[in-house]
């Protein structure tokens, strides 16, 4: 089974600064990778498809990057809207997930 | 807009059986595959199963093979989730997703509902 570790867990950093979230594959998975935004007590949301695609509505501050087993997500500058847990997703085959990284404003 | 209601969790004891439903609205649910995402308390999401549109293919991940069983009523726009031999590690807000692509099983998801908690405990 192909495994999803994102890193780091957690990171905390001031509004306006630029955000970086890896997500490495233990095995290829081209660019067949979602990332996820899930705010306290709420549902995740789709963020990026196909490792770089904006879903439709979701702030161009959010870009993601990457194929093959390594891939990014970066939130150019931070709000403080964007505190949440967000989770990188595999699909080409079963589903799986990161463990997630949560991110606090400092 | 889409709307995914979940329901039917509550408290079980180890062993015993419970049957989710998921009741969609918004769109043409007979077109999307559909799936269950579950999350355990404070944890990260796991994906639990996957339905095609037309329930023909169905996918589980290895923990649930055989003890749960997903089906779907395009009649009645609702998306079920039978659970069998409970365990406390099943405990969790199972939530209903649905597939981003019409037709095919993409297994990504672009709607979610706002999720039923199973807690299995004696």
């Known amino acids: 089974d192909i495994q999803m570790t994102q890193s780091p867990s957690s990171l905390s950093a001031s509004v306006g600064d630029r955000v970086t979230i890896t997500c490495r594959a233990s095995?290829?998975?081209?660019?067949?990778l979602a990332w996820y935004q899930q705010k306290p007590g709420k549902v995740p949301k789709l963020l990026i498809y196909?490792?770089?695609t904006l879903q439709s509505g979701v702030p161009s501050r959010f870009s993601g990057s990457g194929s093959g087993t390594d891939f990014t997500l970066t939130i150019s500058t931070l709000q403080p809207e964007d505190v949440a847990t967000y989770y990188c997703?595999?699909?080409?085959?079963?589903?799986?997930f990161g463990q997630g990284t949560k991110v606090e404003i400092k | 807009q889409v709307q995914l209601v979940e329901s039917g969790g509550g408290v079980v004891q180890p062993g015993r059986s419970l049957r989710l439903s998921c009741a969609a609205s918004?769109?043409?649910?007979?077109?999307?595959?559909m799936h269950w995402v579950r999350q355990a308390p404070g944890k990260g999401l796991e994906w639990v199963a996957s339905?095609?549109?037309?329930?023909?293919?169905?996918y589980y991940t290895d923990s649930v093979k055989g003890r749960f069983t997903i089906t779907r009523d395009n009649s009645k726009d609702t998306l079920y989730l039978q659970m069998n031999s409970l365990r406390p590690e099943d405990t969790a807000i199972y939530y209903c997703a649905k597939d981003v692509m019409l037709w095919l099983v993409r297994n990504y998801f672009d709607s979610w509902g706002q999720g039923t908690l199973v807690t299995v405990s004696s």
């Open positions: 339905i095609s549109y037309d329930g023909n293919d169905k």
């Open positions: 997703q595999k699909y080409n085959s079963a589903p799986t």
């Open positions: 918004g769109f043409t649910f007979s077109s999307y595959a």
């Open positions: 095995q290829g998975i081209s660019k067949f």
């Open positions: 196909a490792a770089s």
